[in-house]
């Protein structure tokens, strides 16, 4: 049985140029020339994205002090005489090792910024391309060429540099999280010292620089990236509402099919969901359908001077 991927690739290779624009015009002019999930803009993006958050998962994961952590974890169990498998620590004697704990993670966890500009390089390249992707649309079908000003870039760079910060910042709560609980849990079951440490380690290895988590985040982060730079692109070219676009079939989860019975909404308002824009989740199909572009206004003289 054929994929979805290429279910639609089939579709989409069957279609005539018209069938196809008639396809998205449910007031969807502003959109990507195709759909952004067979889009090589999501490729690219995905690839730059990714291989800034694997090596970031990487220097994380080699800068880690385990010698230090370990250290702590010996003291700690040798002034508990009963402990084994079973004779775990309580509550109470785990709030110190926390204490003790912070300032090792908090010395980890200090960056150079070199992971925050790379990644912040990388999104915004793909929302400026995305802007770019939908002037080019625009362009064929008004018969002129207009080209994304300085203006429009300076705002998906700031977009940009604030979404870098904001998603290191998210990844390294994660990783604390996960470690801090992969510690106290094993206190609590009396696992040996070793066996804690391996679970460090396991915890590095496969579930941070696992297939799975960079290749997730950067998708995600990617397609944000996309629809970033095609709502900045609608906005300026007079788009005043957006429409959230599912595809209603086995796959649709809840939350973006709330998305899509909400109908048309102004264009800087966010979706009942929170989200400004798709996706809401790892390999969300949802799509943007914007409205009120008048093709008058984009002829008219002072607006084409700006931007050709």
Known sequence: MYGWRTRQAVRLALMTPEEFVEKRSVAGLGALPQPFWTSRIVDRGTHRIRHHITSYF?????????????????????????????????????????????????????????????LEYALRATAIEALEATFDMWSDRLGVELRPTPEMRAVLAEWAEGRATELLTLIDEGTRNGLVDAIVDGLVSGRPLWLIMAGIRHLHLYELLGHDRPVAVAWVEAVS????????????????????????????????????????????????????????????????????????????????????
């Open 58 to 118: 990487r220097e994380r994961r080699d800068s880690f002090p385990y010698d230090e952590v370990e250290e702590l974890l010996r003291v700690l169990i040798e002034r508990q005489p009963d402990y084994g498998l079973g004779h775990g620590f309580t509550r109470k004697p785990l709030r110190r090792l926390l204490q003790d704990l912070e300032p090792i993670l908090d010395r980890w966890m200090e960056a150079d910024g070199y992971f925050e500009r790379r």
């Open 225 to 308: 990236a996309i629809h970033r730079g095609v709502l900045e692109a609608n906005r300026v070219l007079g788009a005043t509402e957006k429409s959230w676009v599912s595809i209603p079939d086995h796959n649709l989860c809840e939350v973006c099919e709330e998305n899509s019975c909400q109908g048309p909404i102004p264009i800087d308002q966010a979706f009942q969901s929170g989200h400004h824009y798709p996706p809401v989740h790892f390999r969300c199909r949802c799509d943007l359908e914007y409205s009120g572009i008048r093709l008058e206004l984009l002829l008219e003289e002072p607006w084409l001077d700006a931007v050709t």
